[in-house]
């Protein structure tokens, strides 16, 4: 077995091939960790924890500091506008193209990823506009939420000197897209040179990749993030199971869980084969009523506990091999 065969979830989830792995050599021989890092999310902020990145200088640093860790890819959200409201995701794709330039100039081959989201949020007024503010920043993978839900996000204030949010907030967050939003999305991505990352948050979301898939509106390998927590898929070893069982053919499949259930669980997925996320924007915390110092304390933790179980860590390379990216996407100055 070459270092870079059998990565797709039914190469890892074939019994005989899973026990011949891991009788023989332990994880030494599963696929190379995938480690994404999400550095700041769009729901929380320093208000949570004062040392999470909202400005762009600091969503660099921090990115640079995992890179260095071992992840191999950053998931971006933008903050602004700023620094009236540094508590809410922008909507100016400018701020997107200055972090995808900064961060390129800093990390030469790590995989940037940026949030795109592409359905629609609910309000009083009806459906709103589709999600797609990064889109022109040319990210080398983006996120599609593929799944609809109403869930109640509570967020709390942001006292000075943080800017965006002077009182606790507490109601419902509902987000909906259509297979016409999904279509649409994959077709702008294309055109603008951009592997979807589906994020699916229930079992039923596998339905709308394997739509796409039978549709032939993707390619392989397919890159999916799976989330589990409270609100949505349960971090249970039976919901990794079915969640395995379920994937298409030629998909990679990584693994997203918040809070204190993060590290318990993601250590899970990666016995089991799976990648994994970490950073701020899924916890905030590095152990129990301990805030993370950084996103790279995150990135080290999960480090240390695959390499204390053998499993090896991808390289940026060797996470573009496995996702099918080409060289690393180079970055104009948008301030030329």
Sequence with gaps: MSELSNYYVEDIND????????????????P???????ITGGNQGKEVNPNLPEYIDEQVQQTYDAYNTGASMVHIHGRGPAPENMGDNTKDPEVFKKINYMVRQRCPDLIINNTMICGRWWS???LGDRLMTSLT?????????ITNYSI?????????????????????????????DVRYSINKLKEYGIKPEFEMFTLQDIHFLNQLIREELIEPPYWGQMIFSPVFNHPTPELLRATMDLMPQKSILSCITTGAAQFPFITLAMIMGCHVRVGMEDNYFIGKGELAKSNAQLVEKIVRIAMELGRPIATPAQAREMMGLGAPRVYKNPNE
Excluded: W
Aim: glycine share 6%; proline share 8%; with cysteine.
């Design 152 to 180: 109640f996000m509570p967020r709390k204030k942001r006292p000075a000197p943080l800017t965006g949010r002077d009182k606790d907030y507490h109601g419902e967050l509902s987000y909906a897209i259509s297979r016409e």
């Design 124 to 126: 009083k007024d009806g």
């Design 137 to 145: 920043a040319r990210p080398e993978v983006a996120s599609i939420d």
């Design 15 to 30: 019994k005989k091939n899973y026990l011949n792995l891991l009788q023989k050599s332990g994880l030494s021989k599963f």
């Design 32 to 38: 190379p960790l995938i480690i994404s890092c999400a």
